[in-house]
Structure formats: structure tokens, C-alpha cells
């Protein structure tokens, strides 16, 4: 059993920046892929960004050069970092484990999910 905790959400205007952190109470985290997903009011579930146990990353195409998500397995913890964010990253950030050699982007492929971060970003 995986138990993963988000924080540093929050409200921010355009422009600005925030980081996520995710951490996980797992002895093997470096042995998980994880990921990041977003879901808006009304929307689905999207994926965002993962990293693989090397660290291989992968990301959505709007976010890509803007987000960076990193993993640190001495802490049990991955990180998202969030650049010039607008308002249509407006919405809560969850955090994701999948016990995998390869990086997923369907949310169906992970099997641990944290409670999620809300972000707001104003114009």
C-alpha cells in the first residue's frame, strides 16, 4: 500500500509560479513511476507529467517548457514545478503511483492516488 500526500497549492496570478510536492510513505519509492494529473470543474481527469524510476520524463504538450517535475527518492517525494502559469492550469493536482519499469499517461495505469492540491491561477 502506497499513502501519497500533496502539498503547496495555492493562488497565484498569470505569470507566476508554484511547486508541488507529493510525498510518499513507501519504503521501494524509487522502484514507482510517478505522475501528475490535473482535473478542472466539469473536466476529466488529464495527465500532466511523469517520471520514471530512472528518471525519464514525460510531459503534456501545454505544459511542456513550463512544468518540470522531479523526483527525490531519499525523500520519498516528487515535485512538480510550475511556471508561467495561467488560467487554464486552474485546477486540483493530483499525485500518482504505479509500480512500473515504464512511464504511464493514463490515469487507469496508476494504482495509488493522493487526495489532490488545489491550484488557482487568476488573470
Known amino acids: 500500500q502506497v499513502h501519497l500526500v500533496e502539498s503547496g497549492g495555492g493562488l497565484v496570478q498569470a505569470g507566476g509560479s508554484l511547486r508541488l510536492s507529493c510525498a510518499a510513505s513507501?519504503?521501494?519509492?524509487?522502484?514507482?513511476?510517478m505522475g501528475w494529473f490535473h482535473q478542472a470543474p466539469g473536466k476529466a481527469r488529464e495527465f500532466v507529467a511523469a517520471?520514471?524510476?530512472?528518471?525519464?520524463?514525460n510531459y503534456a504538450d501545454s505544459v511542456k517548457g513550463r512544468f518540470t517535475i522531479s523526483r527525490d527518492n531519499a525523500k520519498n517525494t516528487v515535485y512538480l514545478q510550475m511556471n508561467s502559469l495561467t488560467p487554464d492550469d486552474t485546477a486540483v493536482y493530483y499525485c500518482a503511483a504505479d509500480f512500473s519499469f515504464a512511464i504511464r499517461t493514463d490515469l487507469y495505469e496508476y494504482d495509488y492516488w493522493g487526495q489532490g492540491t488545489q491550484v488557482t491561477v487568476s488573470s
Open positions: 513507501v519504503r521501494t519509492f524509487s522502484s514507482y513511476v
Open positions: 517520471i520514471s524510476r530512472s528518471g525519464i520524463t
